[in-house]
Structure formats: C-alpha cells, structure tokens
C-alpha cells in the first residue's frame, strides 16, 4: 500500500506509547535504497541513453551505406532483371548484404561490450554484467535494425525497371 500511510499509523502509535519517540524523520526503504543508489542510476540512464543514440546512428549510417550502395548497383539489378532474377531475388540480395553488415557489427561489438561490461561492474548493485538474455536481446536488436534500415534500399532496387536501369549507361 501507500507508505504515508503507514508512516502516519507508525507515528500515532509511537506518539502513544511516547511522545519523544516520534521527533525522528520516518524513511522508506525504497527511498533509503534511491540515495543509495542514486549515482549508479544516473550514470546507467546516461548510458542508456547513449546506447540509443548509438543505435539511431548506426540504423542511419547503414541506411545510408546500404542506399548508396543500392544506387552504385542499379545497372547490375536491372541486368539481373533483364536476365531474369525476380524481385524477390534482387529484396534478399540487398537484405542478406545489409545482415552482414548487422553481422559484422555483432562480431566486433560483442567482444567489445564484454570488455566494457566488466570495467562497468561496479556501477551494478546485484546484477550480473554478462546477463546472456540481454545479450541476446541486443545481438536480435541489431539484426533487425540492420535488416529495417535495409528495407526502404531494398525494395527500391527491387522496383528498378530493367529498361530504364539499361538505358541509363
């Protein structure tokens, strides 16, 4: 239940049994344990934070690499089209380079973060840093932001018209 009004039947009976009991300040474990652990609270938000950011930004660079790469391969897709691939071949084409980006971000990004798992030990009060369901969770989480920003690049390759991606040249 509410805590005040616990605190507020602790004091009556304090009051009752002696009225100099009651002078002290009446804190709850919750707000004993917030103090406490108020600085590793902060510093794991910031962090959090620029987790997110970090992953806003590699969504984009690789939304980015992937759309020029897209735009660099138009004549090959319409080849591809021409010869004929379908669209469906030209989606998983792009979508399996995009996951190997994904990939290799996992293959060196996981090392990397066990590393900084264990240098960021301290700032955990009663939980492990190398949790493998979090783990797991982020390595899912990259996969399909690499695979979502490969998407839109994706499906315009699979859209070039045969003719025009040759008349182009």
Known sequence: GNSRHIISAVRA?????HPRLVRGDFVTLHHTMRNAL???????????ILGGLALALAVIGTYGL?????????????IRL??????????????????????VAIAIGLP????????LRHLLAGISPFDPVAFGVV????????VTACWLPARRAAKVDPMVALRCE
């Open 38 to 48: 108020g600085v590793q609270y902060t510093a794991l938000r910031i962090l959090g």
């Open 82 to 103: 021409a010869v004929g691939a379908t669209r469906r071949d030209i989606l998983k084409l792009v979508l399996r380079g995009g996951l190997r980006l994904g990939l």
């Open 66 to 78: 992937v759309t020029y790469l897209v735009a660099r391969r138009t004549r090959e897709f319409g």
């Open 13 to 17: 009976e304090l009051a009752r049994i």
């Open 139 to 146: 390595v899912v989480l990259i996969l399909a932001a690499s």
């Open 112 to 119: 990397v973060s066990l590393g900084g798992a264990a240098l």
